[in-house]
C-alpha cells in the first residue's frame, strides 16, 4: 500500500468519523426526549439498547481518531526525515484500522436506521 492512499483514507475517515460523532449526539437528545415523553417499559428498554450501541460507536470512533492521528504523527514525523518506508507493520495496522472504519459504518447504518422506525412510532 502506498503511502499517499494510507494518507488520503485517514483523511476521509477523519470528515466521516466527525460526522458520525455529530450525529450520535443529535440521537441521544431524540433518545432523552422519548424518555421524557413516554413510560411503557418496554420502549424504554429499546431505547436504552439503542442508547448503549450510540454510547459503544462514540467509544468506538474515539478509538479510531486516536489510531488515526498516531498514525498520521508517524507519516509526519517520517516525511520531515525522508526515510519514509511503508513497512508491514504500519500496513497491518492500517488495515485493521480499516477493518474497524468499515464495521462501525456497517453498525452505525443499521442502527440508525432501526432508530428512526423506532422514532416513527413514538414520536
Not at 472504519?101 to 414520536?123: N, P
Request: glycine fraction near 2%; include cysteine; hydrophobic fraction near 40%.
Amino acid at each position: 500500500m502506498k503511502f499517499d492512499v494510507c494518507h488520503h483514507e485517514n483523511s476521509k475517515w477523519i470528515e466521516s468519523l466527525a460526522f458520525y460523532a455529530d450525529e450520535l449526539k443529535y440521537f441521544q437528545k431524540l433518545i432523552e426526549e422519548v424518555k421524557s415523553k413516554n413510560t411503557d417499559e418496554e420502549l424504554l428498554k429499546e431505547v436504552n439498547t439503542f442508547s448503549q450501541k450510540f454510547n459503544n460507536a462514540v467509544e468506538v470512533i474515539d478509538n479510531l481518531l486516536i489510531g488515526i492521528q498516531t498514525q498520521e504523527e508517524r507519516f509526519a514525523d517520517y516525511a520531515q526525515e525522508q526515510s519514509f518506508l511503508f513497512d508491514e507493520q504500519m500496513e497491518l495496522v492500517h488495515e485493521r484500522q480499516r477493518s474497524a472504519f468499515e464495521m462501525l459504518e456497517k453498525d452505525f447504518t443499521l442502527h440508525k436506521h432501526q432508530f428512526y422506525r423506532l422514532l416513527g412510532k413514538v414520536l
